[in-house]
């Protein structure tokens, strides 16, 4: 009963997923500290 074949199939996804979560987290920081020295 302990059967997790979906979980691990979609296991990938996920971790694109979060890796597409951290780029964006990253570059919206990049560019508010841009913003921030150009107002500066």
Do not use: C, E
Not at 4 to 31: R, W
Request: hydrophobic share 50%; charged share 10%.
């Amino acid at each position: 009963m302990a059967q997790k074949t979906h979980p691990s199939s979609f296991d990938p996804q996920a971790d694109i997923g979060t890796d597409y979560a951290l780029i964006a987290t990253g570059i919206s920081a990049a560019l508010a500290a841009l913003i921030y020295l150009l107002l500066i």
